[in-house]
């Protein structure tokens, strides 16, 4: 499984906390982790099947043209690259 993280740098002013007293400067410039980020994703098939199956149950035509545009161009995708080929 693949999760997916932003890098958020930590950023702190320096100066006082309202007791005359210096902050502590320590993380400042440290990086956190923020999320982990729920991200669906699905395969080459699965997106073709549903696509043609929001395509078929459409009458608008041009939702129609720009689904089987999509569909072509991700089957195109999913048949991989030759041998010859550095992808």
């Given at each position: ?41 699905a ?24 689904a ?9 995708l ?10």
């Open positions: 499984m693949v999760e997916i993280f932003s890098l958020v740098l930590l950023r702190q002013q320096s100066g006082t906390k309202g007791t005359g007293e210096a902050q502590d400067s320590a993380g400042l410039g440290d990086w956190k982790i923020e999320g982990p980020q729920r991200v669906r994703t395969t080459i098939p699965v997106v073709i099947r549903y696509l043609t199956e929001m395509r078929d149950q459409s009458d608008d035509p041009v939702v129609r043209r720009n089987a545009k999509t569909i072509a161009a991700l089957k195109r999913g048949r991989g690259c030759g041998s010859a080929s550095a992808c």
